[in-house]
Nanobody, 124 residues
Framework: QVQLVESGGGLVQAGGSLRLSCAAS????????MGWFRQAPGKEREFVAA????????YYADSVKGRFTISRDNAKNTVYLQMNSLKPGDTALYYC?????????????????WGQGTQVTVSS
């Protein structure tokens, strides 16, 4: 069982930066691929970024590539999402998710555990 708690969201002006954190419980954190997804009002939840558990390979949605960076610290059971050059279109509730044994996936159905989300609002 894995529990995930996101933090670091907030209100920021366009062009600004935020760093989201996701703290995971459980002793097998290093065996999970981790992902970040987001959901804007009236829209479906969408993939943002993922990181594998073995060699920390990373994957990004085209909309955030070059602006967002996902990383993980297995010793701290934490995954991060550094978000730079934020745009109003990045406004959403951001979710952290864990997929056991996966190499990193953009598919919601591949993830076994989800956090409650942290709100990111980017003003123009």
């Amino acid at each position: 069982q894995v529990q995930l708690v996101e933090s670091g969201g907030g209100l920021v002006q366009a062009g600004g930066s935020l760093r989201l954190s996701c703290a995971a419980s459980g002793r097998t954190f290093s065996s999970y691929a981790m992902g970040w997804f987001r959901q804007a009002p009236g829209k479906e939840r969408e993939f943002v970024a993922a990181i594998s558990w073995i060699i920390s390979s990373t994957y990004y949605a085209d909309s955030v590539k070059g602006r967002f960076t996902i990383s993980r610290d297995n010793a701290k059971n934490t995954v991060y999402l550094q978000m730079n050059s934020l745009k109003p279109g990045d406004t959403a509730l951001y979710y952290c998710a864990a997929a056991f044994g996966a190499s990193g996936s953009s598919l919601l159905g591949d993830y076994d555990y989800w956090g409650q989300g942290t709100q990111v609002t980017v003003s123009s």
